[in-house]
Nanobody, 124 residues
């Protein structure tokens, strides 16, 4: 069993920054990495970022590229999402996900485990 716990969400003004964390209870054999997705009531879940456990591979969604940065601390089974230059359209519930079944890292249905989510609100 793997449990994922996100933290670091909150309210911030446009142009501000937040750092999200996601801690996994255990590392499982065969995992290739972890990712971040976000979701609003009006939209389907959107890919944000992915990082392999080695750190050799990272991917970003087009809407956050150049503003967000994903990193990891494998000794703690934790990934981070540094969010800079935040915009109102970044407002969403941010979920971390673990253990993709294959290589479709940008697809939400690829992942086996999900955290409960943390709310990020960007508003004046």
């Amino acid at each position: 069993q793997v449990e994922l716990v996100e933290s670091g969400g909150g309210m911030v003004q446009p142009g501000g920054s937040l750092r999200l964390s996601c801690a996994a209870s255990a590392r499982t054999l065969g995992t290739v990495g972890m990712g971040w997705f976000r979701q609003t009531p009006e939209k389907e879940r959107e890919f944000v970022a992915f990082i392999s456990w080695s750190g050799a591979s990272t991917l970003y969604g087009n809407s956050v590229k150049g503003r967000f940065s994903i990193s990891r601390d494998n000794t703690e089974n934790t990934i981070y999402l540094q969010m800079n230059s935040l915009k109102p359209e970044d407002t969403a519930v941010y979920h971390c996900a673990a253990e993709p079944r294959g290589l479709r890292w940008q697809q939400s249905d690829e992942y086996k485990y999900w955290g409960q989510g943390t709310q990020v609100t960007v508003s004046s």
